[in-house]
């Protein structure tokens, strides 16, 4: 790691940006579909919902950015971690503590109520479990390697997978199959992976394999994290830097893809690529915008997301913004056609969220891991 560590308010706000969209900012938008008649609203609606297998939306970046952000903050961490004295024992004991949390908090949330009498049923794979392990491995990674280390680390990576999809028989499908029924991802997920798995019971995208693909996306977030911290770079540099590995990101991306297909439910090289590329982009944006041109004001709204990220994910899953929404404007709807009710029912969801998160931040109750 390189140069001392300084808070960006551009990470806190592109990580409430991101949360946004999970915490009903994606939802609204979603059901906007096929209201207003104007077919640039339904093109951005058509947006917040994953294909079937093959291709992209921005809804499928959602995640693989918070993956990002993640290693981005976790460069920043290590880094004032280590100034201020922190041995590299230490820092693997706090994120192995950290990752097994989030696997223990994974699992509760993907199966509220957990059948704990029932271990076949429980799915084991979960976001907040990937997050976890792939910032665990990448710390490991980060504080044994130097910088182009790293990148062969994820290089080797992303390709020894591609080899694997294309290489290795499945029983039954042979080799290269990457249908939803004869990729090697959902044999070993059926094969090795204890518990349920989310998709017809023969795929997971959170399971097992799909995990060493995600990690380089934390590997890459770590890289640009390293190029915010430098003291020694210029910002028009930094800036320079980051958008020339972002769009190659991408164009590496979109080539590989043409034969290794970019699906989000697989995790394919040629996706992790792209949205890696995307990453560095918008990290790029929200980084110029807020910290160097100093256009600030307008980011609170995303920093007050950002700063309480873990607890709106649980919030949203425990918490029925939908039911308090309705309750308290429910009255104000009759003045609207009936087919915007839900549409507005989701928005004064998205305002109790964001009112909810806002009491914390006023109250400095921020709840990390």
């Known amino acids: 790691m390189k140069e001392k560590s300084k808070r960006l308010l551009s990470i806190d706000a592109l990580r409430g940006f991101d949360m946004f969209f999970i915490s009903g900012g994606g939802t609204f938008l979603y059901l906007i579909n096929g209201k207003t008649g104007w077919a640039w609203v339904d093109a951005i609606a058509d947006q917040m919902k994953h294909p079937a297998w093959d291709g992209f939306t921005f809804y499928d970046f959602i995640f693989p950015?918070?993956?990002?952000?993640?290693?981005?903050?976790?460069?920043?961490?290590?880094?004032?971690?280590?100034?201020?004295?922190?041995?590299?024992?230490?820092?693997?004991k706090k994120a192995f503590?950290?990752?097994?949390?989030?696997?223990?908090?994974?699992?509760?949330?993907?199966?509220?109520?957990?059948?704990?009498?029932?271990?076949?049923?429980?799915?084991?794979?979960?976001?907040?479990?990937?997050?976890?392990?792939?910032?665990?491995?990448?710390?490991?990674?980060?504080?044994?390697?130097?910088?182009k280390q790293r990148l062969l680390w994820a290089g080797g990576i992303?390709?020894?997978?591609?080899?694997?999809?294309?290489?290795?028989?499945?029983?039954?499908?042979?080799?290269?199959?990457?249908?939803?029924?004869?990729?090697?991802?959902g044999w070993l997920d059926r094969t090795i992976m204890p518990g349920r798995l989310k998709q017809d019971g023969i795929y997971d995208e959170l399971a097992f394999l799909t995990q060493f693909p995600a990690l380089c996306l934390t590997i890459l977030g770590a890289w640009a994290g390293d190029i915010l911290r430098s003291q020694s770079t210029e910002s028009n540099k930094k800036l320079s830097h980051l958008i020339l590995i972002g769009v190659s990101g991408i164009a590496l991306g979109l080539i590989w893809s043409l034969h290794f297909p970019i699906n989000k439910h697989l995790w394919t090289s040629s996706f992790i690529l792209l949205t890696g590329g995307m990453g560095f982009l918008i990290l790029t944006l929200f980084y110029w915008i807020i910290d160097v041109m100093g256009y600030s004001k307008w980011a609170f709204f995303f920093k007050v997301i950002g700063m309480n990220s873990l607890v709106i994910y649980f919030a949203n899953a425990f918490i029925n913004f939908n039911y308090t929404s309705q309750k308290i404007f429910g009255g104000l709807l009759s003045v609207f056609d009936e087919k915007w009710h839900e549409i507005l029912v989701s928005v004064g969801a998205m305002g109790l969220v964001w009112l909810f998160l806002y009491i914390l931040y006023r109250n400095k109750l921020f709840v990390k891991i």
Do not use: H, W
């Open 158 to 185: 992303l390709l020894s997978y591609y080899a694997a999809l294309y290489l290795i028989p499945v029983p039954g499908y042979g080799m290269g199959d990457l249908s939803f029924e004869g990729n090697l991802v």
């Open 97 to 147: 503590k950290r990752m097994m949390i989030l696997i223990v908090l994974g699992i509760i949330y993907k199966n509220a109520p957990l059948p704990l009498f029932d271990p076949s049923n429980i799915r084991f794979g979960s976001v907040l479990g990937r997050i976890g392990i792939a910032t665990f491995v990448t710390t490991i990674i980060c504080l044994n390697n130097s910088q």
């Open 65 to 92: 950015l918070f993956l990002f952000i993640s290693g981005v903050s976790l460069s920043f961490s290590l880094s004032k971690n280590l100034t201020s004295g922190a041995s590299n024992k230490e820092l693997y």
